[in-house]
């Protein structure tokens, strides 16, 4: 093992840790919010400040330094490479928890509900550790097919709608919940609606330019592999979504599509690379 491969593996453990804490401090937000910690009579200046605010503001430092540490083992296990760290299913967990941690991190000030930090925090923590435990390969070259442009391209794509699609099916969880209880949801449902706006054509793209690809290896565009399949599906729920926002009729119970483009997503990463054999199936786990 190379020490940029090394340093790689320190900076994910280090990551974890610091997003465990960042969980933990989400986690004490979201209590304060919700048993309403009073301020204490006589406090005065900054010691007047909100308990759970200034606990979220700690989270989303600690997230800012998770990610931070994320990038920076992406940036190693390339070097270690010497090519675009994303050519295996380990590869991808790491790159794509590093995204969520920066997408999160683009709007987290913008989502005034703690229980949004704590199950984004969550989820990156699950594929990290999934990641680093389960799906872990040691450096190595690429299989022939993958060596192309096609793999920065196409998984870049796919990564980075990924990490949108991951913070807009939290966001679109906890405004499901939150209207159930006859809360407020406009700052959620805005948030949720932006970022499937930005995912959806972003996972258009990937799927495109990986018929594309599909088509300078294996000399056709698309065949119903099972990746191509699920790749499919999950447009198809997300195209169902967006219309179903654009359309009063459905527009209450549009979420429920949206949460299922995002198992789809999921399934097409876990489970068609783990379970059902096909074209895909050589990047290993």
């Known amino acids: ?44 200046g900054s010691d007047r400040s ?14 800012g330094l998770g990610t931070a540490l ?10 270690a490479a010497g090519r675009a760290p994303w050519g295996n299913m380990y590869e991808f967990g790491l790159a794509g928890a ?5 997408v999160f991190l683009v709007w987290g000030r913008h989502l005034p509900v703690p229980a949004v930090g704590v199950w984004v925090t969550a989820l990156a923590l699950l594929l990290l550790g999934i990641s680093i435990t389960l799906l872990y390969t040691p ?42 209880r006859g809360r407020d949801t406009t700052a959620l449902a805005r948030v949720s609606h932006t970022v499937h706006l930005i ?38 729920f997300y195209a169902a979504y967006l219309h179903a926002l654009s359309t009063p009729r459905w527009r209450r119970g549009a979420g429920v599509l949206a949460l299922a483009g995002f198992a789809a997503f999921l399934f097409n990463f876990f489970g068609v690379n783990i379970w059902l054999p096909g074209l895909h199936s050589y990047a290993g786990v």
């Open 70 to 79: 994320m990038v920076a083992a992406v940036l190693a296990r390339a070097v």
């Open 50 to 63: 909100d308990p759970a605010a200034t606990t979220g503001r700690v989270a989303i430092a600690l997230v």
């Open 199 to 236: 995912a959806f054509p972003v996972w258009t793209f990937a799927v495109i330019a990986g018929a594309v690809w599909a088509e300078n290896a294996w000399g056709r565009y698309w065949g119903w592999d099972p990746k191509e399949t699920w790749a499919f599906i999950t447009w198809v």
């Open 1 to 44: 093992m190379t020490d940029a491969a090394r340093l790689s593996d320190s900076l994910v453990a280090s990551a974890i840790a610091v997003l465990a804490l960042a969980l933990l401090a989400y986690a004490t937000a979201a209590a304060l919010v919700r048993t309403r910690v009073p301020v204490p009579a006589g406090v005065s």
């Open 98 to 102: 590093a995204a969520v941690g920066v």
């Open 139 to 180: 450096v190595d070259d690429l299989v022939p097919v993958l060596d192309s442009l096609w793999l920065v391209v196409h998984v870049a794509a796919a990564i980075t709608a990924g990490a949108l699609f991951t913070l807009g099916a939290v966001v679109v969880g906890v405004e499901l919940l939150r209207r159930r």
